[in-house]
């Protein structure tokens, strides 16, 4: 199977995150035919394994995410969607025929040095994040893994263009709530209601304090169901807060626990906080962005991209062991992505193989 035909399989077959059961079957399937070894993680995701030379405890991780979006597909290709409601949006389906393409490369030769693992890995798209799952597996344990690699389509950059940046990439994302509940009542008898409005109002002042040039805070829904004389028992209001540094993070965790404690201590409210943590800062190791820019200024185009506030689970990998995550063009002809129309150039998939191929013999 060539990783062009792997690829539309996949796309023409989307699942939702934590539910790639047949594309999992589908992964195995085709890497056993090549003879490569695979086994299960996390439920819906496949870590293939092959063997090179020399100490096979030394590893090199590449990873490639395998779930779609809840998008009805729009781009009338012949091997769009056969679900409706279900779309490979966000080209996952490029990325898992890259590391399928790979894999057949790397097994064909076994010339590399230590083992390859091949992860395909379910639920990029949904908190808590399928890198999260796969982690806490232990998949390689008793190895010394000396790079985790992994790439994403873009289709600001052209077919051809790798797109890199050092250290901190892309951003963490946690999502806020806050539930104010004070004494509602009428608006005029201020004596004896706990306003909830005006401490929640408090709150999102304070609050909007902490972005600074590398956290961005914001709160994006407020509902105080009350009247021009109705002060409302409580107010809920949500937001994100994202960040490029991990201590700035935990920070303003506690900084936004006490923010709601001086404001309920002010105006006799009380709030609950509930902070969802999303994905962590993906942060790329230098020395190994600096292994990737060579070779793509050797033998591609290799193009810098500054920090980005969307966030990636694999943030978790780059917590753990050193890691770099890059961008592959597509061309702007493919669109946007999260989007009904997106269609990214099928040429790339060629150069995500010779890129991510490369990259590992490499590291
Ligand atoms: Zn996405
Ligand atoms: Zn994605």
Redesign the pocket.
Known sequence: MTPIEFRRHIHANPELSFEEYNTATFIENSLAQCGIETYRIAGTGVIAKIEGLGDTKRAVVLRA?IDALPIVEATALEYASKKHGVMHA???DM?AAILFGTLQRLAEKRDFNGTIFGVFQPG??LVPGGASKVLAEGPFEGYDVVAVIAN?VDSTLEVGEIGLCNGAFMASNDELRFRVTGRGGHGAMREKIDDSVAAAANIVVKANKLNDSKTVLSIGKIVADGATNIIPDSVYMEGTMRTFDGTRRERVWSELESIVKDVDANWGTKTELIISHGYPTVTNNIALTQVARVLAQESFKAVELSKRYTA?DFGFFTEVYPSVFYRLGVGSSSGA?HTDSFAPDERAIDVGIDFMTALTYRV
């Open positions: 995410d966000c080209g996952h990325h990029e798209e994403h990636e992505s």
